[in-house]
């Protein structure tokens, strides 16, 4: 057997028991997967979404505690106008559809981002998915809509300077930093995974990933399958991580 696939073999093994808390996961190419089969990007998003879902679930067999997952980020509304309504629609449909499973299934719901600018409806979906998700405990996605991480953390330092020029001396702690995100309350990720072949972080999670690790692949969101899933964990458990000492 040669070196690398003894290596892939080797991180093919999850131990379920020692799973990461949290994952991130910035789901990208689902343009690139729609025109390889000529069809417009917007089939891409529809893809992608499907595989959002069957990811979720699959995170919530396993015992996975948190995903986050990258929907739309605040410079996503560059994108051409049909492709930003493809994207808002298929998060109503998925919302929509949530809603009613969300309990029965035990998958809860939070946002990440500024709400202010989307839709009324999407907005609506979303108080109500923030309601049923207070009834109960259990495997929680996180999806980022509208969402920096540039963004994130200058509203953190805004809150963080009103607080200590009104008198908190303890305003610009790491604790109080971090409880003045959207992630408050919510561990940091241990491991970030982007398909779709490009290596940067656009702007996901800066705050919260920086001893994350990260990793890459070719593969494209909506190719990304649980066993792809499941052998980003295994890599992520052969790490050595060190959280700066030695
Ligand atoms: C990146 O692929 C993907 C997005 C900007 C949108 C992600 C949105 C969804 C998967 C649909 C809705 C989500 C949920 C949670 C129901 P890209 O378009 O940048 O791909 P490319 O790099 O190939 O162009």
Not at 64 to 77: G, P
Not at 78 to 89: C, D, L
Not at 192 to 212: D, H
Request: charged share 30%; hydrophobic share 35%; glycine share 8%.
């Amino acid at each position: 057997m040669k070196w690398f696939q003894k290596k892939k073999m080797e991180a093919g093994k999850v131990d379920f028991q020692n799973l990461p808390r949290l994952i991130g996961i910035i789901m990208d190419g689902n343009g690139r997967w729609a025109q390889r089969r000529g069809l417009p990007r917007t089939a891409g998003h529809a893809q992608g979404a499907e595989n959002f879902r069957s990811i979720v679930y699959y995170c919530r067999d396993i015992g996975l505690e948190y995903l986050t997952v990258y929907a739309f980020s605040t410079e996503n509304w560059k994108r051409p106008q049909n492709e930003v309504s493809t994207i808002m629609s298929l998060l109503e449909k998925y919302l929509y559809e949530a809603i009613d499973t969300m309990e029965r299934d035990h998958i809860r719901m939070v946002f990440f981002g500024d709400p202010a600018p989307l839709s009324p409806k999407l907005k609506k979906l979303m108080e109500e998915t923030d309601e049923i998700t207070d009834r109960f405990e259990g495997f929680q996605v996180n999806v980022c809509l509208n969402y920096g991480g540039r963004d994130e953390i200058l509203r953190a330092a805004k809150k963080s300077a009103e607080a200590y020029a009104a008198g908190d001396e303890n305003a610009i702690t790491e604790e109080a930093f971090s409880n003045r995100m959207w992630s408050k309350g919510i561990p940091d990720p241990e491991l970030i995974i982007r398909p779709g072949g490009e290596k940067r972080v656009s702007n996901f999670l800066l705050w919260q990933g920086a001893y994350a690790e990260y990793y890459f692949t070719d593969t494209l969101w909506p190719d990304f399958k649980p066993a792809d899933l499941a052998e980003a964990i295994g890599w992520y458990q052969h790490r050595d991580r060190r959280f700066g000492g030695v």
